[in-house]
């Protein structure tokens, strides 16, 4: 059999690429990633159903607002992400069947968490299942946000998400955590928060143009103060913007 890609959708590749990591490199991986380098758009923020592969585009404007996105690498490797991804993969489909869900965008924090307490569930559990509820309420917020031009509540969901990640879903890491404080600390930033897998990687910043220079030298500045000059010099930092996903070239 042979398998074209070009008649294709792109839904369909991502679930491919999906499988693939599933199936060869023994990685239980989700779809974002997948859909977000082959749906990509440009100026555009992707809002992703995991459950319908439905996908909305929602303008991202920050440059009208003089703001960017600051990228940036800690240079620490993700030593534990190929075995802990696993972990919380699990842990969070046992805390959803004690809710008797079949999925997380079921759930509510009231509700649903409530329930969790009374089942006395173990805390890890409770920690993994709040971050996933939370999150999606977080996303959801993110994309009205976006749609209102609402730079400031972009920001807030950032550095809450991190706050989950670091402490529900405890998948931050020293070096990120000091990434993003050292961020969220200066004059300019709106936001900021880990993003990847985790223990290691990038954080994403969302700050003012003419406060980049200052936001820069401040996380330098506390990197060294934290570990040491020679961890600080590793860190590299990048301005991106939304831009198209894969495409095929005519060459």
Known sequence: MCLMLGTVSDAKRALICKAAEHNFAGMPCGIMDQIISLCGEKDC????DCCSLEMFQIPFVAGEKDLVVLIC?????HELSDSEYPTRRKQCLQALNIMALKSYRDATDEGNLSA??????????????????????RAQEAAIALKAHDFKKMGELMTKSHMSLRDDF??????????????????????????????????VTLVQ??????VIT?????????????????IEFYICTPSEGAKKLSL
């Open 218 to 234: 401040a996380i330098y500045e506390n990197f060294i103060k934290k570990f040491n000059k020679n961890a600080a010099e590793r």
């Open 73 to 77: 690498n800690s240079d620490v490797r």
């Open 116 to 137: 969790l307490k009374a089942n006395h569930c173990d805390e890890v559990l409770l920690k993994r299942a709040r971050h996933v509820i939370t999150e999606i309420k």
């Open 170 to 203: 405890q998948v931050s890491c020293p070096e990120l955590d000091v990434l993003v404080d050292a961020a969220i600390n200066c004059p300019g930033v709106l936001g900021s928060r880990m993003t990847g897998g985790g223990f290691g990687g990038c954080t």
């Open 209 to 214: 143009r003419n406060a980049l220079d200052n």
């Open 45 to 48: 923020a992707l809002l992703i």
